[in-house]
């Protein structure tokens, strides 16, 4: 009789450890991980990470607070930046055919900056090292302060300081004045001034800079870019 008691408490321990292995095995299987969906998706409780577009252009980052731009006559506002351009250029034409000469150091002041000046073509153009230095001073003069400088003021961040009005724009958009009237003349100043205050307007209109000497807005060649 002891030894039939002692047989069935051996036959019952071995039955309660077989029935523990087993729930442990099933434990384990129910807590693997589901396979990562097909074709690398992401799960719904894992977001993918993404990565910046390719090919996004950060040449000129717009500031939060310029406005957007409007579509305009493109053949009226250019015969009318012709007309303002031409003024100018008569103006100062013998700064251009002295620049080596009598108004080289002038020229030459605003070159002093000239890795600035490239750096500021590069950024706002599809022009090369080599184009900016290539271009006479005088052209280099005319670039920077009727177009670069601007652009880079607009896109600086600080539109209300430089474009708030046209106090503004005159005092803090155009570089030294004291520079401009002792290099060449009090007159030849007054019609740079003309001709900014024509680039204020248009900036006003369109919120974008104009290029005097490509004929084109800003915007106009980013297009297809």
């Excluded at 002041?109 to 090369?128: I, P």
């Excluded at 307007?201 to 919120?207: C, G, L, M, S, T």
Aim: net charge negative; aromatic share 14%.
């Amino acid at each position: 009789m002891k030894k039939l008691s002692a047989l069935v408490l051996a036959l019952s321990l071995i039955f309660s450890l077989s029935a523990c292995g087993n729930k442990e095995k099933n434990s384990t299987v129910h807590t693997q991980s589901p396979p990562a969906p097909q074709g690398g998706a992401a799960s719904p409780s894992t977001p993918a990470l993404t990565t910046p577009s390719q090919g996004v252009s950060t040449t000129a980052p717009i500031a939060d607070n310029i406005p957007s731009v409007p579509e305009y006559d493109s053949e009226a506002i250019n015969a009318e930046a012709a007309v303002a351009f031409d003024r100018f250029s008569n103006a100062i034409q013998h700064v251009e055919s002295n620049e080596n000469d009598k108004y080289g150091f002038f020229l030459r002041s605003y070159d002093t900056y000239f890795e600035t000046h490239v750096a500021s073509y590069l950024k706002f153009t599809d022009g090369t090292r080599e184009e900016w230095e290539s271009k006479s001073l005088y052209e280099r003069f005319l670039w920077y302060n009727t177009y670069l400088r601007i652009l880079e003021n607009l896109y600086m961040g600080e539109y209300d300081h430089f474009f708030g009005s046209e106090s503004d724009f005159l005092n803090n958009c155009l570089g030294s004045k004291s520079l401009f009237v002792n290099g060449v003349g009090q007159a030849e100043y007054d019609e740079y001034v003309e001709l900014m205050l024509w680039q204020y307007e248009f900036i006003k209109d369109y919120a974008t800079v104009y290029n005097f000497m490509t004929g084109q807005s800003y915007q106009e060649s980013q297009i297809g870019e």
